[in-house]
Nanobody, 126 residues
């Protein structure tokens, strides 16, 4: 059974850092392009970052581009989201998602992802 499990969320002060991890099981991880999305209270889920199957191509939401870094370790079946210089507006539940279709480039579209984790809460205090 395909499963994605996120971890690494928590409470941090503005300007701080967190690293989220998402471990995949039940899949050939290297065949999945991966993405991170987030949902703040009362708002729709939005794209944050995505990475290709090899890790050679990454996409970012403009507002996080210079602060967040997505990476993956296919040997560990894990995708990461390093978040630096966190702001209160980054507060949200963060989800990782995977897509196994044979596509070279990552995707910013939520509808392209068929496998989702349960989410991890990130709270940034001012």
């Amino acid at each position: 059974q395909v499963q994605l499990v996120e971890s690494g969320g928590g409470l941090v002060q503005a300007g701080g850092s967190l690293r989220l991890s998402c471990v995949a099981s039940g899949v050939t991880f290297s065949s999945y392009r991966m993405g991170w999305f987030r949902q703040a209270p009362g708002q729709e889920r939005e794209f944050v970052a995505a990475i290709s199957r090899s890790g050679s191509t990454t996409y970012y939401k403009d507002s996080v581009k210079d602060r967040f870094t997505i990476s993956r370790d296919n040997a560990k079946n894990t995708v990461y989201l390093q978040m630096n210089s966190l702001k209160p507006e980054d507060t949200a539940v963060y989800y990782c998602a995977g897509d196994s279709r044979f596509t070279v480039v990552p995707s910013r579209s939520e509808s392209d992802y068929g496998v989702w984790g349960q989410g991890t809460q990130v709270t940034v205090s001012s």
